[in-house]
C-alpha cells in the first residue's frame, strides 16, 4: 500500500487548506485512516483520524473545531480539511493508515505511511 499525500502549502494566519491522501489500494477502504504532523523540533504527534466508514472521527485538542477529516472510499482518498489555521500549526503533514478498521489516536497503530507534505502558517 502507498499513501501520497498532497496540498501542502504557504497560507497566511487564518486561511484555509485542504490536505488528500491517496491510497494505491482499495484495501485501505476497510482501515481506519489518520493524520499526524511533526512540527520543527518536534515529535510526530496526532492530529485527526477516522474509522473505515467515515465515522467516529477523532481529533487533537489543539485542532479540534477548525480541522474535518472525512474520506471517499469510491476514490480511496482520505482528506484533512484545515480552517483557521495558527503558526502553530507549521509542520509536515502525515497521512497513515491504521491497522485496524476502527479510528486510533496511538501512533503504533498505523502500520502504511505517506511522505508527508509541508504546512506553512506565516503570521
Known amino acids: 500500500v502507498q499513501l501520497q499525500a498532497s496540498g501542502g502549502g504557504l497560507v497566511q494566519a487564518g486561511g484555509s487548506l485542504r490536505l488528500s491522501c491517496a491510497a494505491s489500494?482499495?484495501?485501505?477502504?476497510?482501515?481506519?485512516m489518520g493524520w499526524f504532523r511533526r512540527a520543527p523540533g518536534k515529535e510526530r504527534e496526532f492530529v485527526a483520524a477516522?474509522?473505515?466508514?467515515?465515522?467516529?472521527?477523532l481529533y487533537a485538542d489543539s485542532v479540534k473545531d477548525r480541522f474535518t477529516i472525512s474520506r471517499d472510499n469510491t476514490k480511496n482518498t482520505v482528506y484533512l480539511q484545515m480552517n483557521s489555521l495558527k503558526p502553530e500549526d507549521t509542520a509536515v503533514y502525515y497521512c497513515?493508515?491504521?491497522?485496524?478498521?476502527?479510528?486510533?489516536?496511538?501512533?503504533?497503530?498505523?502500520?502504511?505511511w505517506g511522505q508527508g507534505t509541508l504546512v506553512t502558517v506565516s503570521s
Open positions: 497513515a493508515a491504521a491497522r485496524s478498521s476502527s479510528a486510533t489516536t496511538r501512533l503504533t497503530g498505523y502500520n502504511y
Open positions: 477516522i474509522n473505515w466508514r467515515g465515522g467516529s472521527p
Open positions: 489500494a482499495r484495501t485501505t477502504s476497510n482501515n481506519g
